[in-house]
């Protein structure tokens, strides 16, 4: 049998694990079950992450770094920057109608890593790229358009960021996009008065076009 190396194991576990704990939860990911899944000794998850707690902070990157591609991708690149808030939150949105279990996954991982010690470290550290990434956004916006912030990228981030998770617990415990569109809107308006802008309700796109990839 030809050798793999763990360059080429690591996208094959991380999707694995992933399929794995989106159809059965997280507690059914033990290093064990995901090998199966994959069909490879157990060894291999191991030689490749070092640890479960390993493969799971992979799972969250990997999670993350694809929702954060697909809001990146929307950022218009000549426009105000109350436009450009509005259409990187409907960005957000639209990954949470198309990818639910995306975000429940990482919901689930964030609330098990609070309880596992050894994953404690790794959730933080992924909570604060996170919000630097949501920063970074922010202030790009608002260096390209020359607006002046009325507080840092970082409290701006940590304000949507904290509303958008609770439209995201809404959703996928008691689903109605029209209130969570609405929401949506009133938290993007008391975003863009946080930045510094006019206080109104701000027109979010209601529909974006999506290329997402949803978790089977």
Known sequence: MAHVSAAQRRPQLIKAATELMTREGVAAGSTRAIATELGVAQATVHYTFGTKEGLYRAVMEQLTDDLVSQVRRSAPESAGFEKTL?????????TLRDQPKSHQLLTELTMFSLHTPPLREAVESHYREVIGVT????????????????????????????????ITAQHLVLPDEDAEYACL??????????????LHLVDVPRDQPSDASPVS
Not at 86 to 94: E, I, K, M, R, S
Not at 140 to 160: G, K, N, Q, W, Y
Not at 185 to 198: E, M, P, W, Y
């Open 86 to 94: 509005c259409t990187l939150a409907a960005a957000l949105f639209q």
């Open 185 to 198: 809107r009133a938290l993007i308006s008391a975003a863009v008065a946080l930045a510094g802008g006019k």
């Open 135 to 166: 920063a970074g956004l922010v202030a790009e916006a608002a260096a390209r358009t020359d607006h002046s912030l009325a507080c840092s990228p970082e409290t701006i981030a940590r304000f949507v960021l904290a509303g958008f998770e609770g």
